[in-house]
Structure formats: structure tokens, C-alpha cells
């Protein structure tokens, strides 16, 4: 069976992947399993640049095709912030995830709502002799004021979907893994991943 290297460091990425893709005739395998450890910079002015540079880099580095995702949260009030930045957005040296949401909505305050935003995920799928294919997804809704859930990471508790009238970490691992932008980009990466496997 051939491998598939999830280029990232962030365990809850890796465990939604392991759900995204358990259907595909692939190992899924992590850069701690193959005592891979490497420093990407994300530099790039696009979700495609970041994402697709750091495929690469792990895919010339173990030899396997590797996946891996660029993502971020833009804000309609803040002018598509924090989009790119939103892993690093907190002028805190060591932010949290709990301090990013935190200035997040010190930003929000007192503009008017609702505060509609979405989530957009850009795939990268990187092969060891340098090409790469991308896959999108995205999805809608609005930031509120009170944090609810205990699912997920990042923005998930301040992150609600009308249509679910709930937050994406109120969510079931199962409707997240059906509405979330990371498992809409997934849901498209599956047949260029099979299309690569099959030659």
C-alpha cells in the first residue's frame, strides 16, 4: 500500500485528515512516525504558495507524497482578516488559540453584526520529483461574541453555522467532517490522490 505523509505538526489537522481520508487506499503516516522534522517558513503571499511549499519540501524530504493544507478564517468586517496570518494573529509572543480569539472580537467590538465570515482551506499534494496539485474548500458563516463548544481548535468555538445553528466546535466529528472548508478541499483531493495512485 502506498504512503501518504500528512505534512503537518498540528494534531488536530492530523486526526481530521485521518477521518477525511480513511477511505483511500493509501497509509496514512505522520512526520513524528518518520522521525521527520523540518522548519517551513510560510512566506508565501497565497494559501497555494504556503501550502504548496510545504508539500513539497516534505515530499523531497521523505521520498513519499504528502499532503498538506494552508487554511485561515477572513472576516468581512475586519477587511478579510486575519486570512493568511490567522495562526499568528495576536500581537502576544506565544499566543494561544484562546488569545487569538480574544483579539479577535477586541477587534470586532462595537462593529455592527452579524460579523459574517468564512473558513478557506487550500490542499496541497506535493510528489517527490516536483509536481503538485491543489484542491479548495470554504465554508460560511459568523463570528460571535461567546465562545461555545468544546470540539476543535482555533476559531472553531467562536465560529457559528446558521444552518446548524451551532458553532463548528459544537459540531460531531461526523458534521464537521461533512461541512468543514478543510473536509470540502479533502472531499476534492480524493480523486487527484486516487488518479496519482492508479498512474
Not at 499534494?125 to 460560511?140: A, K, M, R, T, V
Not at 476559531?155 to 470540502?184: C, G, Q, V, W
Amino acid at each position: 500500500m502506498r504512503k501518504l505523509l500528512i505534512a503537518t505538526g498540528n494534531r488536530g489537522k492530523v486526526k481530521e485528515f485521518q477521518h477525511l481520508l480513511a477511505g483511500l487506499d493509501m497509509q496514512l503516516v505522520t512526520p513524528d512516525e518518520l522521525g521527520l522534522q523540518l522548519d517551513v517558513v510560510e512566506d508565501g503571499h497565497t494559501y497555494e504558495q504556503n501550502a504548496g511549499k510545504k508539500a513539497l519540501a516534505y515530499s523531497q524530504a521523505s521520498g513519499l507524497i504528502s499532503l498538506s493544507d494552508d487554511s485561515g478564517l477572513e472576516v468581512d468586517a475586519l477587511d478579510g482578516a486575519p486570512g493568511l496570518y490567522s495562526a499568528r494573529y495576536s500581537p502576544l509572543l506565544h499566543a494561544t488559540d484562546a488569545d487569538r480569539r480574544a483579539y479577535m472580537l477586541e477587534n470586532l467590538d462595537g462593529k455592527p453584526r452579524p460579523w459574517s465570515a468564512h473558513f478557506h482551506a487550500t490542499i496541497a499534494i506535493g510528489l517527490p520529483d516536483g509536481q503538485l496539485y491543489f484542491s479548495e474548500g470554504n465554508c460560511f458563516g459568523e463570528i460571535i461574541p461567546d465562545e461555545r463548544g468544546g470540539n476543535g481548535f482555533g476559531y472553531d468555538p467562536i465560529f457559528y453555522i446558521p444552518e446548524m445553528d451551532s458553532t463548528m466546535a459544537e459540531l460531531s466529528m461526523e458534521d464537521k467532517n461533512r461541512l468543514s472548508h478543510r473536509s470540502r478541499a479533502a472531499m476534492n483531493a480524493i480523486p487527484i490522490l486516487k488518479k496519482i495512485i492508479n498512474g
